[in-house]
């Protein structure tokens, strides 16, 4: 199963801006789509963004469009989340996941999802 670490998580003011990092322990074809899902205290866990391996369309959650983007780096093996305009709400522990669909409502639901990260805290100030 592959393994996923997040990182780059921390404290930053409303308006400010953070990277989020996904390094995988291998690209195969049981994680053929990277994803982003986050989960604030007593609330259910949120699909944020996803993309292939190889690039090209992603999906975003409304709530980030426009602010957030996501992208990967194939020599690295590593997926990134670029978060700018962070708002208080964007509050949050982000989760890195994996898929070895690449379907929106299939990606969208947290539950068809077999390898996880263990999840980086994104605080935001007002």
């Known amino acids: 199963q592959v393994q996923l670490i997040e990182s780059g998580g921390g404290l930053v003011q409303a308006g400010g801006s953070l990277r989020l990092s996904c390094a995988a322990s291998?690209?195969?074809?049981?994680?053929?789509?990277m994803a982003w899902f986050r989960q604030a205290p007593g609330q259910e866990r949120e699909f944020v963004s996803a993309i292939r391996w190889s690039g090209g369309s992603a999906y975003y959650a409304d709530s980030v469009k426009a602010r957030f983007t996501i992208s990967v780096d194939n020599s690295k093996n590593t997926v990134y989340l670029q978060m700018n305009m962070l708002k208080p709400e964007d509050t949050a522990v982000y989760y890195c996941?994996?898929?070895?669909?690449?379907?929106?409502?299939?990606?969208?639901?947290?539950?068809?999802?077999?390898?996880w990260g263990q999840g980086t805290q994104v605080t935001v100030s007002s």
């Open positions: 291998e690209r195969t074809i049981s994680n053929y789509a």
């Open positions: 996941a994996s898929h070895e669909m690449w379907s929106r409502p299939v990606l969208l639901d947290h539950t068809t999802y077999k390898s």
